[in-house]
Structure formats: structure tokens, C-alpha cells
């Protein structure tokens, strides 16, 4: 019979972050900034059709970074948990707390209990009445979740870009100067160019838009006038 090797489980534990860490940092950035006018979402991706950003529920939207798959299935899930208990007690008892517990418990079971940790790291944002009432949950591949404040940066480079979005960030921002900063930050040192998807929570969309659902996907015409404000203030 052939014996195995025994592995601590603090080695274990070790070997599964570091596997994770690794997927996660081969990801492009994304960067979530509150802001006057609501909760901006703004992510390097490539691809038109797989999305990093999206609507969760009235006031809650998600963004992820790391293997596409996993991430994918998460939000779904996000979206099916929220729809219940929005149905079976009232649209004010989902919220963006409550939702990232739920993923929190997810992620922590398969860290801990399967073979291979998801290689994932989210963000629940929920928009609030003002910049103080937003909720940025960041959620990592083990279930570790804080509640971040300001903005969020996740993904390979994570560092650089937070750097260049703290020295810009000011609560006083509408959504196209946040989208702007973000923007900006993602692409310093950057000599190819990068594509984005953007995404928005509109704090004031039951007034302006006559909708509890505050999310909206910024469309590339839309999105393509925002950067050309960009370009000439680079200019």
C-alpha cells in the first residue's frame, strides 16, 4: 500500500493562498470609487461579452476579478439569493451586507474544504444616500471580507493603480471626473492601449430615471466622450 505524505494543515492553508494569489494577480485591475453622484465601477477588460461588472440587485452591484468561470458563477448565485429573499420579505431587506456574508461563507467553505480554492477576489458595492452611506465589500478567495471606504483597487496591479487613485480621489467628484480618474490610473505606465467597461451606481436613479435599480452600464459612445475629456486635459 502506498503510504502518502503528510502535509500540515498550516502548509496546506499556505499552499492554497499562494495558488490563489497567484490566478488573482494575472487578472486585470478594477477599480470601485464612491463619489458624489453614486458608486463608479470601472474595470480593464477586453472582452465585450464576458462581463467583470453587473447589476446584483436595486441598490447593489458586483465586480470581480480572476478566473472568469468562478467569478460568473458567484454573481449568478448572488443574483438568485437576492431575488428570494427580495420576494419572501421585502426589497429593503437585501443588502449589500447581507450579500457579501452569503459569499463570504461560500468562498471560505471551498477554500477550506476543496480541492483547489476559487482563484477569485470581489467587490459588493451597495450606494448609499450620501459618500459615507456607500458600502465597498471586498471579499478575497479564503472569505475574508472588510468594508473598504473611498474606493477599491483589485487585480495584479492593484498597488500602482491605488496610488495613482488616492492622489486624485475627492468625494465632491461627478460620475464622468471618477470615471476619469480611474481610468487615468489604469492606464499610467502603460505604453499599449486598454479597453474598458464601466459601470455605474446612480445615487439619485429614483429621481432622475424614476428606478429603484441604480445600475447602468456605460455604453461605449457614452463611455468614448468621457475619455475624450480625458485626452484633452492630458493635453
Known amino acids: 500500500m502506498t503510504q502518502q505524505f ?14 490563489a494569489r497567484k490566478g488573482i494577480a494575472r487578472g486585470r485591475s ?17 472582452s465585450p461579452s464576458l462581463h467583470k461588472i453587473g447589476e446584483i440587485y436595486d441598490k447593489i ?16 448565485a448572488g443574483v438568485r439569493y437576492a431575488d428570494v429573499r427580495g420576494y419572501s420579505y421585502d426589497r429593503e431587506d437585501v443588502t449589500g451586507r447581507g ?13 477550506t474544504a476543496e480541492q483547489k480554492p476559487f482563484e477569485v477576489e470581489l467587490i459588493v458595492a451597495e450606494v448609499g444616500g450620501d459618500v459615507e452611506g456607500d458600502h465597498l465589500f471586498r471579499l478575497t478567495f479564503d472569505g475574508s471580507i472588510a468594508d473598504e471606504r473611498r474606493f477599491v483597487v483589485m487585480g ?3 498597488e500602482r493603480v491605488a496610488e495613482a487613485v ?21 492606464r499610467e505606465d502603460r505604453t499599449e492601449p486598454i479597453t474598458l467597461e464601466v459601470g455605474v451606481l446612480d445615487r439619485d436613479s429614483e ?7 441604480a445600475f447602468r452600464r456605460i ?12 485626452a484633452e486635459r492630458q493635453g
Open 207 to 213: 429621481t432622475t430615471r424614476g428606478t429603484r435599480r
Open 30 to 46: 478594477v477599480v470601485v470609487l464612491s463619489c458624489r453622484a453614486g458608486i463608479a465601477l470601472v474595470a480593464e477588460n477586453p
Open 219 to 230: 455604453g461605449p459612445d457614452e463611455l468614448a466622450g468621457i475619455l475624450d475629456g480625458l
Open 99 to 111: 450579500l457579501a456574508s452569503v459569499y463570504a461563507q461560500s468562498l471560505g467553505a471551498v477554500f
Open 156 to 158: 495584479g496591479a492593484a
Open 166 to 186: 488616492m492622489d486624485g480621489w475627492t468625494s465632491e467628484a461627478d460620475f464622468p471626473e471618477a470615471i476619469r480618474l480611474a481610468a487615468r490610473a489604469l
Open 61 to 76: 452591484a458586483f465586480a470581480a476579478v480572476g478566473k472568469y468561470n468562478e467569478f460568473e458563477s458567484l454573481r449568478q
Open 6 to 19: 503528510y502535509v500540515s494543515p498550516e502548509q496546506l492553508m499556505k499552499d492554497r493562498a499562494d495558488f
